[in-house]
């Protein structure tokens, strides 16, 4: 399995532009996480998603912020309209949960960085 | 409130064993201890976790105390590339309540440096 795949790698924006970020879980996996890092506030759990449906978008910072998960082999993170402070590397994470002996497997990250 | 506690920063020498601690004094009785590490620009990577018994693997070792308010993870011969930050996490897993599964809380961790 190829793992979660992240893309792009790298983003560089100007303020006010939409971004969209996309992620592939591996397949068959049920959960779905988004994670932000900076370095003033670490690493911080956006919205998760299980079976396509998202259960807990409380770390969704603003209205700016949306996420999708149209099937269950494709994931977006789309910011509408970009501020700098929206800076950061973001993650995808996928799980299949439901076994407890089981972590969750992290994708590369998009670096976004928005001037 | 923080559930763990970890050093902010820990050296070891190459081939040595690594001993990373973690405090968790208020873990419930459901409550597993995960340790992830997140190599520079990479995304964090599932190491090991465990709820009472020591566990063990490809990668390294967990010893939960008996009262299991603390944890340590062990890397038997530390290599260069073992340099990262380790983030020791509790969390509580339910695979059969059909509850929403809480998202891991990532704290500071420590960042372990492996000295050639």
């Known amino acids: 399995d190829a793992g979660v795949i992240q893309s792009p790698r790298h983003e560089v924006t100007e303020m006010g532009q939409e971004v969209t970020l996309r992620c592939k879980p591996i397949?068959?996996?049920?959960?779905l996480f988004w994670y932000r890092q900076t370095m003033m506030r670490g690493l911080e759990l956006l919205i998760y998603?299980?079976?396509?449906?998202?259960?807990?978008d409380s770390g969704m910072p603003e209205d700016r912020f949306s996420a999708k998960m149209p099937n269950a082999s494709f994931s977006t993170l789309k910011i509408q309209p970009s501020e700098p402070r929206d800076s950061a590397v973001y993650f995808c994470?996928?799980?299949?949960?439901?076994?407890?002996?089981?972590?969750?497997?992290f994708g590369s990250g998009t670096r976004l960085t928005v001037v | 409130d923080a559930k763990t506690t970890q050093p902010p920063s820990m050296d070891c020498a190459e081939g040595r064993a690594a001993n990373l601690p973690c405090n968790h004094s208020?873990?419930?009785?459901?409550?597993?201890v995960y340790w992830y590490r997140q190599i520079h620009s990479q995304g964090p990577q599932y190491i090991i976790h465990?709820?009472?018994n020591n566990e063990t693997n490809e990668m390294a070792s967990l010893i939960i105390t008996e009262d299991r308010k603390s944890s340590t993870l062990i890397l038997p011969h530390a290599t260069l590339r073992d340099t990262a930050v380790y983030y020791c996490?509790?969390?509580?897993?339910?695979?059969?309540?059909?509850?929403?599964?809480?998202?891991?809380?990532f704290g500071k961790g420590t960042h372990l440096i492996i000295q050639p």
């Open positions: 994470a996928s799980s299949l949960f439901l076994q407890p002996n089981y972590g969750y497997t």
């Open positions: 397949s068959g996996h049920d959960y």
């Open positions: 998603f299980n079976n396509n449906v998202p259960i807990d």
């Open positions: 208020t873990i419930s009785g459901n409550e597993y």
């Open positions: 465990g709820l009472k």
């Open positions: 996490i509790v969390r509580v897993a339910e695979p059969y309540s059909g509850g929403g599964a809480d998202g891991l809380t």
